[in-house]
């Protein structure tokens, strides 16, 4: 249980060596670099923002090439790739990259324009066959569509509204213009919506009768071909046929370049790095032929780093304890039991100032109540088996996701302990199984302790007791706090007034009928007992009243907020109260399994009853895990957020971030150093 | 008039499920409309809006639970259904608050739900909170269940 502790580390070193120094300072990983100096006459913050920008575009490229990759050659991946973590790479590989990633950027960029040519081509295709379809209606007519008649006729090839056959033309033309010229008029097509048509007449009438077949709505193609349309539609279907046949190329070299993911993958995580680097170098006060890193460090790494430094480098380590006025970055480190719950606690927030780190207290709860609220002996030992493989077989697991898959395993076997306590496996299998199929209604899993079914005032007494004693834990954490800041009167002011309320309370409590009753306990505390009780709880209550307003220095409003802050007791009642649902949750599993099992066997026995019930038993217990599971994690994380938590704990803290290399597919590790 | 004790019961075992079920299929469906916005941009953020989305589902699970055992109680899963109408009543209105604090808590719950999937969507890092402002509402879900558990648990001994 600790917060690491922090030391500020200065380097002072030569500027040939930057490249080497920031290397082996960006492999180990330990030092978080800020900008500490101030630029004067000597030294100066170099702007690397113009290479850090190059890098991203290349990011960027990469990444979009792989996603492109992705598209046409999806790279197999195991249904267990996120357990994997990242491929080893070593740092050879690495110092050999910055000759090779011109060519995969070329790689990159070649794929990107083949996707680019698919994608036009695609379009160009969309744009051909609308033509096509346009088209479609004029295949019957023999000539050009721009043919405008011979040296004695005038033609008109055009479109009228609606659809119409050749007597309603003819009769309409001539309801128009009842001395019209003669005009033959040929039906190309018709449809609903336009009738396609060809026109002949003499030269000489030819203005009557186009104002005629004006009138009457005619229109000239928008789009008329050169040839025949029956010419263009060869043409056009050789350019679509072109086009798919570009569009396979392209997508077969796309293909065939599959072979580099390998190469852009690691190109992506060459420039990360890079531009980690540079953001770095940005940050570092130059001058001329030297340069000064400011940084913070965990104590504990800072003597093996600063020895690795100079034995290598020609330079200088200056370690200095942190600034008590600043914030140092916060860096957890808990043993093998504790640390998987860290992540829990990041997500609520790190310590801040003054606060320790929870964690070790805190995993023991986590696991305990976690284990209250699924409570299935059977569930338990598949989250055990399940994290358990999965934590032997990929050894290379990215560790948060280590610490996850731990946190789970802990808590199946805190589920396990509380299954078998209660008599709970998969519900209450082993009874219908041996009634349904072996008819031996006598045999069933008894639970080590108690049925919480059977007895729920029971369990809710012991969810309740267990409510009090996290939350007296709570208070005691508090108490540890202020102990560390060695503020002696605090602990009596903000934890022992408040011990002596609350315990009093309890103790007078139980010395009446009432509670006892309510709880269905077994005793009933002495008068005299409830006697100290009380009056314990009234000292407690004048001390809360007198000091929880202490910051302020006018006695009203003192007392006042004195006051208020005894009113705060109601909060501890419902705080307790919230501990029920350990019972909730608890029976919620139970009683699930149970319907599922009973829908199971309502078949019978039999081969048919068998079939029918273990299909109902694997739909239904995963879902009843599933959603279980669920409900433990969110209630196990309120409990500590709200109950425990709002005891002593705000957060706050800020995450120690070393300049490292955040790199996502591959993990550089070193070999051997070399230069 | 004696028989209608069964009927009484079984009114309560169903509204219970009846309305946290409908509350719960309300809530998970605002949910699911709010994650699927959220993965049109980023799919990656699956995991994390799903915690959410099935968040206001918890109350249906309850009511599922309080018919069930009403159910067994009352002797409709085999046993005889023999209960007076003092006793029905009882048991309807032992059922009454997971129905009620069901349905509203879950609808509720959802929408806190919603709000707390716009923030995964901005801040990936602080789905822990957004989870603990959705479960909030919960407790009362949670204490209605014990109410109800506890009342119906509690009926069958009392000699009227």
């Given at each position: 249980?600790a917060?690491?502790?922090?030391k500020r580390?200065r380097?002072?070193?030569?500027k040939?060596?930057?490249?080497?120094?920031l290397e082996?300072?960006?492999?180990r990983?330990?030092?978080?670099?800020d900008?500490?100096i101030?630029?004067?006459?000597?030294?100066?913050?170099?702007?690397t923002?113009?290479?850090?920008?190059?890098?991203?575009?290349?990011?960027?490229?990469?990444?979009?090439?792989?996603?492109?990759?992705?598209?046409?050659?999806?790279?197999q991946k195991?249904l267990?790739?996120?357990?994997?973590?990242r491929?080893?790479?070593?740092?050879?590989?690495?110092?050999?990259?910055?000759?090779k990633y011109d060519?995969?950027?070329?790689?990159?960029?070649r794929?990107?324009?083949?996707?680019?040519?698919?994608a036009?081509?695609?379009?160009?295709?969309?744009?051909?066959?609308?033509?096509?379809?346009?088209?479609?209606?004029?295949?019957?007519l023999?000539?050009?569509?721009r043919?405008q008649g011979?040296?004695?006729?005038?033609?008109?090839i055009?479109?009228?509204?609606?659809g119409m056959?050749?007597?309603?033309?003819?009769?309409?033309?001539?309801?128009?213009?009842p001395?019209?010229?003669?005009?033959?008029?040929?039906?190309?097509?018709?449809?609903?919506?336009?009738?396609c048509?060809f026109?002949?007449?003499?030269?000489?009438?030819?203005?009557q009768?186009e104002e005629?077949l004006r009138?009457?709505?005619?229109?000239?193609?928008?789009?008329?071909?050169?040839?025949?349309?029956?010419?263009?539609?060869q043409e056009l279907?050789t350019?679509?046929?072109q086009?798919?046949e570009?569009?396979?190329?392209?997508?077969?070299?796309?293909?065939?370049?599959?072979?580099?993911?390998?190469?852009?993958?690691?190109?992506?995580?060459y420039f990360t790095?890079?531009?980690e680097?540079?953001?770095v170098?940005?940050e570092?006060a130059?001058?001329?032929?030297?340069?000064?890193l400011t940084?913070?460090?965990?104590?504990?790494?800072a003597d093996?780093?600063?020895?690795?430094?100079?034995?290598?480098?020609?330079?200088?380590v200056?370690?200095?304890?942190c600034?008590p006025?600043?914030?140092?970055?916060?860096?957890?480190?808990?043993?093998q039991?504790?640390?998987?719950?860290?992540?829990?606690l990041?997500?609520?927030?790190?310590?801040?100032?003054?606060e320790?780190?929870?964690?070790?207290v805190m995993?023991f709860?986590?696991?305990f109540l976690?284990?209250?609220m699924?409570?299935?002996?059977?569930?338990?030992?598949?989250?055990?088996i399940?994290?358990?493989?999965?934590?032997?077989?990929?050894k290379?697991?990215?560790?948060?996701?280590?610490?996850?898959?731990?946190?789970f395993?802990?808590?199946?076997?805190?589920?396990?302990?509380?299954?078998?306590?209660f008599?709970?496996?998969f519900?209450?299998?082993v009874?219908?199984v041996?009634?349904t199929f072996?008819?031996?209604?006598d045999?069933?899993?008894?639970?080590?302790?108690?049925e919480p079914?059977?007895?729920?005032?029971?369990?809710?007494?012991?969810?309740?007791?267990?409510?009090?004693?996290h939350?007296?834990t709570?208070?005691a954490?508090?108490?540890y706090q202020?102990?560390?800041?060695?503020?002696w009167l605090?602990?009596l002011?903000?934890?022992?007034?408040?011990?002596?309320?609350?315990?009093g309370?309890?103790?007078y409590?139980?010395?009446?009928?009432?509670?006892?009753?309510?709880l269905?306990?077994?005793?009933?505390?002495?008068?005299?007992?409830?006697?100290v009780?009380?009056?314990?709880a009234?000292i407690?209550?004048?001390?809360?009243?007198?000091?929880?307003?202490?910051?302020?220095?006018?006695?009203?409003k003192?007392l006042?907020?004195?006051?208020?802050?005894?009113?705060?007791?109601?909060?501890?009642?419902s705080?307790?109260?919230?501990y029920?649902?350990l019972?909730?949750?608890?029976l919620?599993?139970?009683?699930?399994?149970?319907?599922?099992?009973?829908?199971?066997s309502m078949?019978?026995?039999?081969?048919?009853?068998?079939?029918v019930?273990?299909?109902?038993?694997?739909?239904?217990?995963?879902?009843?895990?599933?959603?279980?599971?669920l409900g433990?994690?969110v209630?196990?994380?309120?409990?500590?957020?709200?109950?425990?938590?709002?005891k002593?704990?705000?957060?706050?803290?800020?995450?120690f971030q070393?300049f490292?290399a955040?790199?996502k597919?591959?993990n550089?590790?070193?070999?051997?150093?070399h230069? | 008039m004696?028989?209608?004790?069964?009927?009484?019961?079984?009114l309560?075992?169903?509204?219970?499920?009846?309305?946290?079920?409908i509350?719960?299929?309300?809530g998970v469906?605002?949910?699911?409309e709010?994650?699927?916005g959220?993965?049109?941009?980023?799919?990656?953020?699956?995991?994390?809006?799903?915690?959410?989305q099935?968040?206001p589902?918890?109350?249906?699970?309850y009511?599922l639970?309080?018919?069930?055992?009403?159910?067994s109680?009352?002797?409709?899963?085999?046993g005889?259904?023999d209960?007076?109408?003092?006793?029905?009543l009882l048991?309807?209105a032992?059922?009454?608050?997971m129905?009620?604090?069901?349905y509203?808590?879950?609808l509720?719950?959802?929408?806190?739900a919603?709000s707390g999937?716009?923030?995964v969507?901005?801040?990936p890092d602080?789905?822990g909170?957004a989870i603990i402002?959705?479960?909030m509402v919960?407790?009362?879900?949670?204490?209605?269940?014990?109410?109800?558990?506890?009342?119906?648990?509690?009926i069958?001994?009392?000699?009227?």
């Amino acid at each position: 249980m600790a917060v690491l502790q922090m030391k500020r580390i200065r380097i002072c070193a030569l500027k040939k060596d930057r490249k080497p120094v920031l290397e082996l300072l960006q492999r180990r990983g330990a030092v978080e670099v800020d900008a500490a100096i101030p630029e004067d006459s000597v030294f100066s913050h170099a702007d690397t923002s113009a290479n850090r920008s190059v890098f991203h575009k290349n990011i960027a490229a990469a990444a979009a090439a792989l996603e492109i990759l992705d598209q046409y050659a999806p790279e197999q991946k195991s249904l267990f790739a996120s357990l994997e973590g990242r491929k080893l790479k070593s740092d050879k590989d690495y110092a050999a990259f910055a000759q090779k990633y011109d060519g995969v950027m070329e790689s990159v960029y070649r794929i990107t324009a083949l996707d680019r040519s698919v994608a036009e081509n695609k379009a160009e295709i969309i744009k051909l066959e609308s033509q096509l379809e346009s088209l479609q209606p004029w295949l019957g007519l023999d000539l050009s569509m721009r043919f405008q008649g011979t040296g004695q006729t005038r033609a008109f090839i055009g479109t009228l509204p609606g659809g119409m056959d050749l007597e309603s033309i003819l009769a309409q033309l001539a309801g128009q213009n009842p001395s019209l010229p003669p005009v033959q008029v040929e039906l190309i097509s018709s449809s609903q919506n336009q009738t396609c048509i060809f026109a002949v007449c003499h030269k000489d009438g030819a203005a009557q009768v186009e104002e005629a077949l004006r009138s009457i709505g005619f229109a000239q193609p928008s789009n008329p071909t050169k040839g025949t349309p029956a010419q263009r539609k060869q043409e056009l279907e050789t350019l679509i046929a072109q086009a798919k046949e570009e569009i396979d190329t392209a997508q077969q070299q796309i293909v065939s370049l599959a072979g580099q993911r390998e190469q852009i993958e690691f190109t992506i995580d060459y420039f990360t790095m890079r531009s980690e680097k540079y953001e770095v170098i940005g940050e570092l006060a130059q001058s001329k032929r030297a340069f000064v890193l400011t940084g913070y460090i965990p104590a504990k790494r800072a003597d093996a780093l600063q020895a690795e430094l100079e034995s290598r480098f020609d330079l200088a380590v200056e370690l200095n304890d942190c600034d008590p006025s600043v914030d140092p970055p916060v860096m957890l480190q808990n043993n093998q039991f504790s640390a998987p719950v860290e992540g829990v606690l990041e997500s609520f927030g790190l310590p801040g100032r003054g606060e320790v780190d929870p964690c070790s207290v805190m995993s023991f709860f986590y696991y305990f109540l976690f284990g209250l609220m699924l409570s299935d002996a059977a569930y338990g030992l598949l989250m055990v088996i399940g994290c358990g493989f999965a934590l032997l077989k990929f050894k290379n697991m990215e560790s948060g996701m280590r610490k996850t898959l731990q946190m789970f395993l802990y808590c199946g076997i805190s589920t396990t302990f509380w299954g078998f306590m209660f008599g709970s496996f998969f519900g209450d299998l082993v009874g219908v199984v041996a009634t349904t199929f072996f008819g031996r209604p006598d045999i069933a899993l008894g639970p080590l302790w108690f049925e919480p079914v059977k007895e729920p005032m029971r369990m809710l007494v012991f969810s309740m007791l267990l409510g009090i004693i996290h939350l007296f834990t709570g208070l005691a954490m508090k108490a540890y706090q202020y102990a560390k800041q060695k503020a002696w009167l605090d602990i009596l002011y903000d934890v022992g007034f408040w011990y002596m309320l609350l315990v009093g309370l309890i103790v007078y409590g139980l010395s009446t009928e009432m509670l006892p009753s309510i709880l269905q306990l077994s005793f009933i505390l002495p008068a005299s007992a409830g006697t100290v009780g009380i009056a314990a709880a009234a000292i407690g209550a004048v001390g809360i009243i007198l000091t929880a307003g202490r910051e302020s220095r006018n006695p009203v409003k003192r007392l006042l907020k004195g006051a208020y802050g005894l009113y705060g007791v109601t909060s501890y009642l419902s705080d307790v109260l919230s501990y029920s649902r350990l019972l909730a949750l608890g029976l919620a599993t139970g009683v699930i399994a149970t319907v599922i099992n009973s829908m199971g066997s309502m078949m019978g026995g039999g081969i048919v009853g068998a079939i029918v019930f273990i299909l109902i038993f694997l739909v239904g217990h995963t879902m009843n895990l599933a959603i279980n599971l669920l409900g433990a994690y969110v209630h196990t994380n309120r409990l500590q957020f709200v109950e425990f938590f709002g005891k002593f704990y705000e957060g706050g803290g800020r995450a120690f971030q070393p300049f490292a290399a955040h790199t996502k597919y591959y993990n550089i590790k070193e070999e051997t150093y070399h230069g | 008039m004696d028989n209608l004790g069964i009927v009484f019961a079984l009114l309560g075992a169903v509204l219970a499920a009846l309305m946290s079920g409908i509350g719960s299929a309300i809530g998970v469906g605002m949910g699911g409309e709010a994650a699927a916005g959220v993965c049109t941009d980023d799919p990656s953020k699956f995991g994390k809006v799903l915690i959410l989305q099935l968040l206001p589902g918890t109350q249906g699970i309850y009511g599922l639970l309080i018919a069930f055992i009403t159910l067994s109680q009352i002797g409709i899963l085999g046993g005889s259904g023999d209960i007076s109408l003092a006793k029905g009543l009882l048991y309807l209105a032992g059922c009454l608050p997971m129905a009620f604090v069901g349905y509203w808590s879950a609808l509720k719950q959802a929408k806190s739900a919603v709000s707390g999937i716009s923030l995964v969507a901005k801040r990936p890092d602080q789905s822990g909170k957004a989870i603990i402002f959705a479960a909030m509402v919960e407790t009362y879900a949670i204490l209605a269940l014990l109410v109800s558990i506890l009342a119906i648990t509690g009926i069958g001994g009392l000699n009227i």
